[in-house]
């Protein structure tokens, strides 16, 4: 059974940054895409981003292109997701959660519960001044 957490989260000014770690247990997260998702107050869940098994592919949802990086450290079994210019509709509970496949390289942004195996408590971000 594999087990995320989620820690970084929390307040900052718009403009400002943070980064959010994922720690996983209990499974080797290298068999596993990992995605980062989120749901603002009021909102359904939206996708993020994701990685790919062996941290070659990312990619983003439009709404944070060229603001957010994703990553990975297999070794530590912990993935990040590295959020510079933040604004007030970044805030939100961000989740990450984990999709097995049997490709190293492929990962799709997607944010329905049902779309991945196993996910994380969520960390609160809050984007304010």
């Known amino acids: 059974q594999l087990q995320l957490v989620e820690a970084g989260g929390g307040l900052v000014q718009p403009g400002g940054s943070l980064r959010l770690s994922c720690a996983a247990s209990?499974?080797?997260?290298?068999?596993?895409?990992i995605g980062w998702v989120r749901q603002a107050p009021g909102k359904g869940r939206e996708g993020v981003s994701c990685i790919s098994r062996n941290g070659i592919i990312t990619n983003y949802a439009d709404s944070v292109k060229g603001r957010f990086t994703i990553s990975r450290d297999n070794a530590k079994n912990t993935v990040y997701l590295q959020m510079n210019s933040l604004r007030p509709e970044d805030t939100g509970v961000y989740y990450c959660?984990?999709?097995?496949?049997?490709?190293?390289?492929?990962?799709?942004?997607?944010?329905?519960?049902?779309?991945?195996?196993?996910w994380g408590q969520g960390s609160q971000v809050t984007v304010s001044s």
């Open positions: 209990g499974v080797t997260l290298g068999f596993y895409a």
């Open positions: 959660a984990a999709d097995w496949g049997p490709y190293t390289a492929i990962c799709t942004v997607k944010g329905d519960k049902g779309q991945y195996d196993y």
